[in-house]
């Protein structure tokens, strides 16, 4: 699995090619390239073998990008939990504590043992309302858009991929203006019977070969794999 850290963070580039400090953006973008463009000629060798030279269709044989939106492409963790924060205020007048991580509903319901199903369900509501007025307490990952822009001038085909809903998802690529660098976008609700990665393989039927993931949980990269997504292919956002 490939790891790509943000600005002024260490990681690893291209495996074991490189170890970096990261203070310059341009540097990461570089190294960024690095992975994909070995990750594409892995791709490419691999299905070659694969097809044994015998002719696929350009579905089949063309790269695909797909990017998480949460914490992958947009650090969303400070509004989620804001909105959460105002959300339970609001609806029962409980104060809930943030003190780090991404707050889910699961969380809500494990902090205020005593919500009705009712009260959880407006609380959930009531926060996907208030998330907008947070949307500035939101980061772009500047390393991840310009890679998703290179990607999408050379025509490549670029997949939003997230558990995310629609609303609040197309909103946020609203709010940054980068909707348009995506060939496709889905979203929670076209997969509810699925997971995100058996429906890239299943419905939209991209070849597990040819599938450049970018993906921050690493339970999200463990579920790709088991998905049939390569390891490989795999470029971890921290």
């Known amino acids: 699995?490939?790891?790509?850290?943000?600005?002024?963070?260490?990681?690893?580039?291209?495996?074991?090619?490189?170890?970096?400090?990261?203070?310059?953006?341009?540097?990461?973008?570089?190294?960024?390239?690095?992975?994909?463009?070995?990750i594409t000629k892995s791709c490419n060798l691999s299905v070659k073998n694969y097809t044994n030279g015998k002719t696929t269709n350009k579905t089949t044989m063309q790269m695909n990008y797909i990017f998480d939106l949460d914490n992958t492409l947009i650090y969303s963790d400070t509004a989620n939990n804001l909105a959460y924060k105002e959300a339970v205020q609001s609806v029962v007048n409980g104060d809930l504590q943030i003190d780090g991580g991404r707050i889910t509903r699961g969380d809500i319901a494990a902090r205020f043992p005593n919500l009705s199903a009712a009260q959880l369900s407006k609380i959930i509501a009531t926060k996907e309302s208030l998330y907008p007025q947070y949307f500035?307490?939101?980061?772009?990952?500047?390393?991840?858009?310009?890679?998703?822009?290179?990607?999408?001038?050379?025509?490549k085909r670029t997949i939003l991929l997230t558990y995310g809903g629609k609303d609040r998802a197309l909103q946020l690529l609203?709010?940054?203006?980068?909707?348009?660098?995506?060939s496709e976008?889905?979203?929670?609700?076209?997969?509810?019977?699925?997971s995100k990665y058996k429906f890239a393989t299943d419905v939209l039927e991209l070849n597990s070969r040819k599938i450049v993931l970018f993906e921050n949980e690493t339970e999200g990269q463990r579920e790709a794999v088991s998905d049939g997504f390569a390891a490989h292919n795999i470029i971890k956002i921290v």
Not at 174 to 182: A, L, N, R, S, V
């Open 1 to 38: 699995m490939e790891k790509l850290r943000g600005e002024k963070r260490s990681g690893e580039i291209c495996g074991k090619i490189k170890i970096f400090v990261c203070t310059n953006i341009g540097f990461v973008v570089a190294a960024y390239l690095c992975i994909v463009k070995k």
């Open 136 to 155: 500035d307490r939101t980061l772009l990952n500047p390393a991840l858009l310009s890679i998703l822009k290179h990607l999408a001038a050379n025509q």
């Open 174 to 182: 609203e709010y940054y203006g980068i909707g348009d660098f995506f």
């Open 185 to 194: 976008k889905y979203f929670k609700e076209d997969f509810s019977t699925m």
